[in-house]
């Protein structure tokens, strides 16, 4: 393993004339040298910008309005021209596009629940692009498609499936994953529903606790099943589904004359982080003959622990499971996987397209399986990423963004200016919270301090985001006013980092003005 | 603009215990050299499998059967390990995944409509990665949200329809596209059954013709409206939709009951590469009150010519649109665009993920009109290119991958051993044709001919995998046996290409065994 250090050069100005354009770059004859050096020059860009993206006295951001943006900034004009732009103006549109963006994979970026910037993930990346194959057959992308089948076995085995419960595919994203869902619940009930359509059935009902993502909602809408057909299951304090109201939710649909037949659990939900009662939401699933889904999307990072995986005890009952590893297990955007079989759900047996009678085993032809036709390769960072760490340097990193969480928690107990939103200790890496500033501390709770309250965390993150030295998000949630959701994914964030978090916090919000 | 000629070093050999492992590279405290020196020597597999791409002496493919690539070739193992590998061994596994991998941009890669390795776009690909984020929302990608509008208004400009007519999206591949198309004209005409479901419905019928992508069929089923309310509208020899066909489809589907409310017209089939007469069933559509949608995910390339846009006369009528960019117009895969008013189709208003009380202006905010959440930036690539080739760099492509198909339909039209599918010029790239051995030359026609005539692809298809020199695709379609299609969308391709095409068909095809 030989170093070969990088020097960062600028880009020279040269009079136009002697620029090459995108024409002097493959497939033109002599193209390779220039090629070569067009992407040196990218690379140095983009390595600059990794490095930066991990130092702390970088900003996370340089935010802009749109209207600023369109207007061009120092000249980085967004328009597209009729006439080629010569590629050393192209690199300067590169460096300005990172410039002008967000550095997600910086410590201090706390605002989603995809952070970091994985490098083995990225080089995966970078290979994958440079390949630009497609995953529907075989015979375009025979070392992708083995790869995925490889992921998706382990992954099985990681919830605790048996072999021949195994199948699924990689989707664009966590809501396409749980939209598969419910399309392969509704298939195995009511398979004419394929040819048929909705009007053939009965009102079919779906189930998912109040802390769920909206896309089972969202699914029920796009699927012909419609948004009033879903059944939104009460949480107690913590975010958790209630099995008893589940148990009665369905039996009053049943006595309406409807047709239960999918629940989706959640296994760490956006804002809370809390994990439903798997084993309990099963145990009523089993008993009244309904599909499980469970949403890991978030979760499903912590079956990679051994110290954290008591937590999803019972997913391995579940029909289907989602599971995005761009999420918790730090691959690059976007890597979703749905686990469950899927047959012949999707299958459409367009021979035009997918022929059954080639040289090889046709089987390993995933396009008919899924609702996409080509599909992009996701695969392949995982894959890297999981040979450059193996699965213990998963768990240490799931571990790590435990300890994280479990370190803020311990501190916003400690402050008086600041509140949780539940008492009790994290179980995912979410810690909810709310800064009071000084006006409010001694106000007694009610809906003038709530008002008051709800305006605090969106005056802060405005302020924080022109500041641009860290990045956090907020939302309101049932009968909870605007609080602050710190998140942990990034490998790259240590303690300091949070204790940087809550005196910016504290420090942008000392002073903010709440209208009366 | 300087040049930095890359050397290919090789790996040398180290000891293990010297050699780094993934805990060495960024986010470590000393990482940035480790990293850099890491991407440097992947810098050199890839570029330097960018540059065999384009060598006409190397071959597109080393194939093997999945058991082969399974059974680990030279070691190459796709097993995930529970401890790490050193950095050294994963830049192996990259060479090897490349290895044994398909050459997609190859010039002798003719079997998809995505094809090519367009160096620019792969530029942006790599951007993107680096960047690591995601379209939901303008906080997190403002660069990109707003290059995202602009290249769709610049997208519908091009398509004829005025500012006011615009919105879209970019989506994982054409089949959502179009699948988007089929959820607008469904909302448009009944928006109760985003909450109701299609049971509040009458039966809802669309229309597509039989030589369009079964996407509109698989829409269907995925949607709740069933396959069989889809009704294939007969087409013309040459792939063309019939208008009085589908004015006749459409009167028959009401007298029964039904409601037809959606029109699907393919601008570029998959096959043929037919276009449908847009003016016409656009006229039908209107006086039918119905919605039209035009497929030209893979013909909307030819709006960049002025030369060819002509043959899709009539798509600024259309309700809405596909275009995939990464077809014709050699965009690295995926991108493809979904034009047409989104509005509040998608909509579910999620307040904890999209907060309407943020500094911004949060109609920037994409998530909450995609049936997606997290969305992959797929604009950044097409961006780059836009601003490389410029309006005309991506007109003279295309021009010339459509005199790559007249060369070829020429060539054809002179040798006795090619026969052509349809006799006419090709609209579109697509150039379908029979290969036909000796035995077969005095065979006249008939069902014993067709038989024997239905393995030849197959078996050439075969025999030029396992060489690997060259890549075509076959299929069936309608009464006729399987028959090639070549297609042309890399402009690395040159007319020696085609020719060289014929020449290897011919000479594998000369000696095939065909049963009895």
Redesign the interface.
Known sequence: ??????SI?T??K?SPE??????D???ALS?????????????NI??S???KS?RRSSKVLD????HQ??EGLEGFS?????????????LV??RD??K???K??H?RFF??L?SG?D??G??G??????????MFT??????????EE??LK?MQEIVGWSEEEGDGVFC?????SN?YSV?LARYHFFPE?????????P??ILFTSAHS???V??S??????????VVVVKCNDRGKMIPAELESSIITAKDQGCVPFYVNATAGT??YGAFDPLNAIADICESHGLWLHVDAAWGGGLLMSNLHRVKLQGIERAWSVTWNP?KMMGA???CSAILGLLKDC?Q?C????F?T?????TS?DTGDKT???????DV?KL??M????????FESQVNKCLENAEHLFDKLKQRPDFELVFKSKPEHSNVCFWYIPPGLRNMSPGPERNRRLHEVA?KI??KM?EQGMA?IG????GDKV?FFRCVFSN??TQTEDVDYLLEEIASLGHDICIRD
């Open positions: 393993f030989r170093m070969h250090p990088i050069p880009i020279e040269i002697c620029v090459p354009l995108w024409l770059l493959l497939p193209g390779e040298d220039t090629t070569k050096s067009f992407f040196q020059e990218l690379v983009l390595l910008y990794v490095c991990f935010f802009h309005h749109p943006l369109r967004l328009e597209l021209p009729d006439q080629p732009e010569n590629l050393e103006q192209l549109d590169c596009t990172l002008y963006g967000v997600t994979g410590p605002n989603q995809s910037l490098v083995i990225l080089a990346e970078w290979l994958t692009s440079t390949a630009n194959t497609n075989y015979e375009v992308s025979p070392v992708f498609i083995l790869m490889i992921l382990k664009p994203g966590g809501t396409m939209l399309l529903v394929k040819t048929k359509g909705m009007t053939a059935l009102r079919l993502h909206y896309s909602k969202k029920a809408a796009v699927l012909g099943i419609g948004s009033d057909n956006t804002v761009h690059p955007l976007q999707n459409m367009a021979e035009y397209l022929q009678d080639k040289h090889y085993d390993y609702i996409q036709c080509g599909r992009h390769v392949f894959w890297l999981w040979k450059a760490k193996g699965s213990e340097g969106p993150k405005a985001m990045m907020y939302q309101p949630l605007n490998p790259a």
